[in-house]
């Protein structure tokens, strides 16, 4: 089974950055989608970033140019460079794994505790 574990997350200031890590476990990861998402309250699960064999193959409009999603595999570790961060960041991050490709949250079948980001303005 799949295990997945986040870190990095934290408080921030706006304009600054943060690196979150996720590392997987249990499985061999690397054919799956390994993607990012947030949750910010009161809202729904979104996308962020979805990478597959060290391609990228999607960012949300909202995080492009800002986040960098990218992949160790010796590490069997996903990584999100977020910079230039914004109090609308805010929000809990997950990481998930999917044999098929979506950006609908519901789609994916492996997911990590979370990792919280609060960023200040």
């Known amino acids: 089974q799949l295990q997945l574990e986040e870190s990095g997350g934290g408080p921030v200031q706006a304009g600054g950055s943060l690196r979150l890590s996720c590392a997987a476990s249990?499985?061999?990861?690397?054919?799956?989608?390994m993607a990012w998402f947030r949750q910010a309250p009161g809202k729904e699960r979104e996308g962020v970033a979805i990478?597959?064999?060290?391609?990228?193959?999607y960012y949300a409009d909202s995080v492009k140019g800002r986040f960098t999603i990218s992949q160790d595999n010796a590490k069997n570790t996903v990584y999100l460079q977020m910079n230039s961060l914004k109090p609308e960041d805010t929000a809990m991050y997950y990481c998930?794994?999917?044999?098929?490709?979506?950006?609908?949250?519901?789609?994916?079948?492996?997911w990590g505790q979370g990792t919280q980001v609060t960023v200040s303005s």
């Open positions: 998930a794994a999917s044999s098929v490709y979506s950006i609908n949250y519901e789609a994916w079948e492996n």
């Open positions: 249990g499985y061999t990861y690397r054919r799956n989608f």
């Open positions: 990478i597959r064999g060290g391609v990228t193959v």
